[in-house]
């Protein structure tokens, strides 16, 4: 028996304190939306609204130039920062926030390239200062402005944009919050006002929200991972599919990659290919063990070779601290009569990997 | 008869935990359709003491509660035919897998919301995505818990929107500590167990994955998909459904059944194949099995049943054979078993099922679903 490991609870604490200990800099909170119309920068606001009334210090460092009536109403009851316009673009005075050091200040539309001569070229960097000061942000952000995400969103959007925030920056944020709301509400308050019934601006609607909803999954299951990181302990929360597939020269690979990657697809997991490195390999399992590893990265699989003196061991340490939920492996991995006497492999593996379910193909 | 009205829109607010701001979001949205010239009213609404929630309700038309007795103490519940009655366009209806007092008429409130739908109204409601059937096991090794009151798959399913009121554990946190959500003695008991930060963070991320995938399956075309098959006949093999998976669940008295029907049935839903279960016995008649066994086995064909999973008593004598030559004859590519348990002396001289069927099923595959034990957060 191990000692009983601490429960990512009791991690996440120690995470936090230390964090808590180091930490003087502000607190990144982005609101993120998958359109426009969808009430980011209400919630934004509102969210304003009530740290103030809770006796917090707030400041308002920009608006967009065409707030709702609802967005509005709020800012009416919050100070705001002296408007700099640089170029026809609204630049969030550095300086003045910095000197004037509210708790919190807040910034509708991080996405903007400050004109030339500006004190930093995006204001998302001017957001960095502001953390750095320790000054808490507020936030929103659409995620057609997320650099990583352009080429799968221009085609939906049929715009390009200029100035867009690395994907990085948004997942140092210490809190992300998705808005969403259904895709004919979101249709109606439109600040375009324009009336889009159509069933493709629908589906291009509903395909940006997916995109959004992942990509905050993603964020969530990425500060989850830290913490549970930061303190060496594998990740057991199966909150995303992630699927391991066992290799060897004389595996079906192909059925068995492309069924895994067909799999994580559907997920929206991770599709891992491992192989147990085994000593004297003839000639012709090299080739054919070769051929299997391009077929994994035919299917973009992430290639992992593992060394073990156990296999099975092996495979199941890895996955545990990969944080595998379904392990595929093959007939093949039944070796000999003698391994039927003993018990085959697969027995093994099966009776081994509690918590994860193992699937078999045929040979 | 008067015409079949069309049937009802339903739209689900999901969150991941109580304070969330379900309710709050989905009594804005009922403002906004009221003031845009819709009929709505509210079904049914639990206020919790919320003061912000409650202010939401303001000049919507809120159709009295049933008062029911119950073993000498008083409940309240939806009065489903007084809203039936005032047959409004759209009907607000809180806490969707509430379970109604025994000797009501439909067991389940999301039962309830059927009828409104069957009738051609409009149902806005909130769930929390840990009451999702097929995710249970998995919530309860995330949270320590297992949640009793589920929903089936397949009526989230049928819903037309599904939307995250998504808030960030932190702040759903600070709201607990500020007594927003529960009084003070509860919400303390609440951070203890439910409420703990890493709980609260994966069920969010189960629940922003579950929101993107029930989006995802609405833009698939309808033309695009192949009708739904059932297992008439014995024989399925020369139906062509287009669907290219098809995924038998073995069920037996076991409570790891369920585990079994539920893992299928997700796995079935993202990969869009067809899911059958079965149970296998010498005979038709169970009658020769002890009452608890026979009982038990009938309860998961049952609770297949309900997650829209066909289910079926086989005849045979040895349970692996039959099993995988139902398997072939329907063209069947995956088969889910429970993870075996028995160990030792026996399992040497006479494999387990799952040994047996591995062995068999050598032209197909063969997931053996791991039992997601209660390990974390209690």
Request: net charge negative; hydrophobic share 40%; proline share 5%.
């Amino acid at each position: 028996m191990t000692a009983r490991r601490k429960t990512p609870e009791e991690l996440l604490r120690v995470a936090q304190a230390e964090e808590d200990k180091q930490q003087t800099r502000g607190k990144l909170k982005v609101f993120l939306g998958y359109a426009s119309g969808v009430g980011k920068s209400f919630r934004m606001v509102d969210e304003g609204r009530r740290r103030k009334e809770r006796g917090e210090d707030v400041v308002v460092g920009t608006v967009q130039p065409a707030a709702p009536d609802e967005v509005q109403a709020v800012l009416a009851n919050l100070e705001k920062a002296p408007t700099k316009v640089m170029e026809g673009v609204p630049v969030i005075d550095v300086a003045w926030v910095l000197a004037r050091k509210p708790a919190v200040c807040l910034v509708d539309g991080l996405a903007y390239d400050n004109p030339p001569g500006s004190r930093n070229s995006t204001r998302w960097q001017d957001v960095v200062e502001l953390l750095k000061a320790g000054i808490d942000v507020i936030t929103s952000i659409n995620i057609q402005y997320i650099a990583e995400l352009c080429q799968r969103v221009e085609p939906l959007t049929g715009k390009r944009v200029q100035s867009t925030v690395p994907q990085s920056f948004l997942f140092s944020a210490d809190e992300i919050v998705v808005v969403d709301v259904p895709p004919e509400m979101c249709m109606t308050r439109s600040p375009d006002g324009q009336q889009v019934e159509d069933e493709h601006a629908a589906r291009r609607l509903s395909e940006l929200r997916e995109i959004a909803l992942l990509f905050a999954a993603d964020v969530v299951d990425h500060q989850l991972e830290q913490y549970l990181e930061r303190n060496g302990l594998a990740q057991t929360f199966g909150t995303q599919e992630r699927i391991l597939v066992c290799v060897t020269p004389r595996a079906n690979a192909r059925m068995m990659i492309e069924s895994g990657r067909r799999n994580a697809n559907r997920f929206h997991g991770e599709l891992i290919v491992a192989y147990v490195k085994q000593h004297r390999l003839s000639g012709d399992d090299q080739a054919a063990l070769d051929a299997n590893f391009a077929i994994a990265r035919e299917n973009t699989a992430e290639i992992e070779i593992l060394e073990g003196e156990d296999p099975i061991g092996t495979i199941l340490r890895f996955a545990r601290e990969r944080g595998i939920t379904q392990i595929f492996v093959g007939h093949s991995l039944q070796l000999s009569w003698w391994n039927r006497l003993k018990g085959s492999h697969v027995d093994h593996l099966i009776h081994q990997a509690q918590g994860i379910d193992v699937r078999i193909f045929p040979h | 008869m008067p015409d079949q009205p069309t049937r009802g829109k339903l739209r689900i607010y999901l969150g991941y935990a109580a304070g969330v701001g379900k309710t709050y979001q989905m009594l804005h949205d009922a403002q906004e359709l009221k003031h845009s010239g819709h009929d709505v009213v509210i079904g049914y609404f639990e206020p919790h003491g919320r003061v912000d929630t409650i202010a939401k309700t303001r000049n919507l038309e809120t159709i009295p509660r049933r008062r029911v007795e119950y073993r000498s103490a008083r409940f309240e519940e939806m009065d489903t035919p007084a809203i039936l009655a005032r047959k409004p366009q759209i009907c607000v209806v809180d806490e969707f897998p509430h379970t109604n007092v025994p000797g009501s008429e439909r067991a389940k409130r999301w039962q309830d919301v059927q009828v409104l739908l069957d009738e051609g109204i409009d149902v806005l409601t909130t769930m929390n995505i840990q009451h999702l059937e097929s995710l249970n096991d998995q919530v309860a090794r995330i949270s320590g818990i297992q949640v009793r009151e589920t929903i089936p798959d397949w009526v989230v399913q049928e819903a037309d929107q599904v939307v995250m009121v998504d808030l960030t554990p932190r702040a759903l946190l600070n709201r607990l500590i500020r007594g927003v959500v529960y009084g003070p003695e509860k919400a303390r008991t609440a951070m203890d167990h439910f409420f703990k930060e890493s709980t609260l963070v994966a069920l969010r991320e189960l629940a922003l994955r579950q929101t993107a995938h029930e989006v995802e399956i609405r833009q698939l075309d309808v033309e695009d998909l192949p009708p739904p098959m059932s297992p008439g006949a014995n024989n399925l093999q020369t139906v062509v459904t287009g669907r290219t998976e098809r995924i038998l669940v073995y069920v037996n008295a076991d409570p790891s059944s369920a585990i079994v029907i539920r893992r299928a049935k997700r796995m079935a839903d993202y990969l869009q194949a067809d899911c059958f279960a079965v149970a296998v016995h010498r005979s038709a008649d169970t009658n020769d099995l002890p009452e608890t066994e026979r009982d038990a086995i009938e309860r998961y064909l049952n609770f297949a049943r309900h997650l829209h999973v066909e289910a079926r008593l086989l005849e045979g004598d040895n349970a692996a054979n039959s099993l995988v030559d139902f398997a072939r004859r329907n063209g069947v590519t995956q088969i889910f078993l429970a993870h075996p348990k028995d160990r030792g002396l026996w399992t040497i001289l006479r494999r387990n099922i799952a040994q047996q069927v591995v062995q068999l099923a050598r032209d197909m595959q063969v997931t053996i679903v791991a039992e997601r034990e209660v390990a974390l957060g209690s």
